[in-house]
């Protein structure tokens, strides 16, 4: 059996919020359309004849996932293949309105945890949204990023985008202590078919700022068979490095293990 820790499908690159480090660069770009229910259904189809299972599924952002109008449709979607996941988790900045139809999708769904970043932007709201949640049997897991004890002490700065040139000895030292790689053992997700195993670099190459490193990411999409994408697949699991990797400061933003920076600090002024 071939099986991942997690799957990460993108339903949105549109964001409320301008957050100043937002590792996505949601602020400074044009918003690609929403996934659609057809093109999660095509991408989960995908996916689940590569893969068999994995541990946890997400229905996360790119920018805040609550602004998807059909997120309702793509949560029911996502449980017809409740067999092949353990855990499905969707994420939200806390800030937007709980619909109708959305909350009665995210509810009676077993494995489901709402996992909820609170920058202590709009808290009243937010308080609203956790409540509305937990009175309904939903499980809310709240990510504490304002004041005091900030979940992983705050955000990192991953970087300018240009190349560095960095010996393979470094680069190895960046992927191997990076939280996506250390803690996560690869955010493995997509927006369009394209999987990668970090954010950073799914993102780089969708706004054609990295250059398209094809051994970085496994197109569901490809003619290739499933046994040469599954190889893909454990290739990346293996790898030393990502040749993304050339292009990001890794986990810290210095050589500094525990710099860290405030969480949601909001733009002013500057366009896309
Ligand atoms: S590009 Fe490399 S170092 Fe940067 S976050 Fe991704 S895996 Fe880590």
């Known amino acids: 059996m071939f099986t991942l820790d997690k799957f990460s499908l993108v339903v949105t690159t549109r964001c409320n919020l301008r957050c100043k480090l937002c590792d996505e660069f ?38 805040e996932p609550f602004l998807n109008a059909r997120l309702d449709e793509m949560i029911d979607i996502a449980y017809e293949y ?60 709240i990510i504490k990023y304002y004041g005091d ?59 054609g700022i990295l250059p398209d490193y094809t051994g970085d990411y496994v197109d ?3 003619d290739e068979s499933a046994a040469q994408k599954r190889e893909k697949f454990r290739l990346l699991t293996n790898a030393r490095h990502l040749l993304s990797c050339d292009h990001c400061s890794g986990d810290h933003g210095t050589e500094d293990a525990s710099k860290r920076f405030p969480a949601g600090e909001q733009l002013m002024g500057e366009t896309m």
């Open 82 to 141: 409740e067999s092949r996941f353990d855990r499905f988790m969707v994420f939200t900045n806390s800030t937007v309105k709980v619909s109708a139809k959305l909350l009665d999708a995210l509810k009676n769904k077993p494995k489901l945890v709402v996992h909820a970043s609170d920058y202590d932007i709009t808290p009243e709201r937010s308080a609203e949204i956790h409540g509305l949640l937990r009175d309904n049997g939903i499980s809310v897991r």
């Open 26 to 63: 949601i602020p400074l770009n044009k918003p690609f359309p929403d996934m659609t229910p057809d093109e999660e259904r095509k991408i989960l189809d995908a996916f689940f004849s590569v893969v068999d299972r994995v541990g946890m599924l997400h229905l996360s952002g790119g920018g």
């Open 149 to 207: 004890n900030q979940d992983y002490g705050g955000w990192v700065d991953f970087g300018a985008w240009g190349a560095r040139g960095e010996t393979i000895e470094r680069l190895e030292s960046k992927f191997t202590n990076c939280g996506i790689t250390k803690h996560m053992r690869g955010n493995w997700r997509t927006r369009d078919g394209s999987v990668h195993w970090c954010q950073r670099s799914q993102r780089g190459m969708e706004l």
């Open 220 to 222: 569901l999409f490809s």
